[in-house]
């Protein structure tokens, strides 16, 4: 391996090596806390009615109604 191709690796692995420490530990888990909550407001916007319905209910509904809602029949003659 020449000189210069060892400084190419070098001079990659000090490029490459801080991106992907920046991506991964900063700019991934900003790009989350936006995009996230934005698409979901997106989807909210877009599907009006049913969608303001199905989120009001699974967001705004007590404990017990959430467990109720959620149970999973035992038997088939209870569905």
């Known amino acids: 391996m020449s000189i210069f191709e060892s400084l ?11 991106y ?4 991964a530990y900063v700019i991934g888990p900003l790009l989350v806390l936006v995009l996230v909550p934005g698409g979901l407001a997106l989807l ?13 209910q699974t967001l705004f509904r007590r404990s ?3 467990a109720e809602l959620n149970r999973v029949p035992a038997s088939p003659s209870e569905r």
């Open 8 to 18: 190419k690796r070098l001079a990659m692995a000090v490029v490459l090596v801080p």
């Open 20 to 23: 992907l420490l920046i991506y």
């Open 44 to 56: 909210l916007l877009v599907g009006r009615g049913e969608a303001w319905a199905v989120a009001r």
């Open 64 to 66: 017990a109604q959430g």
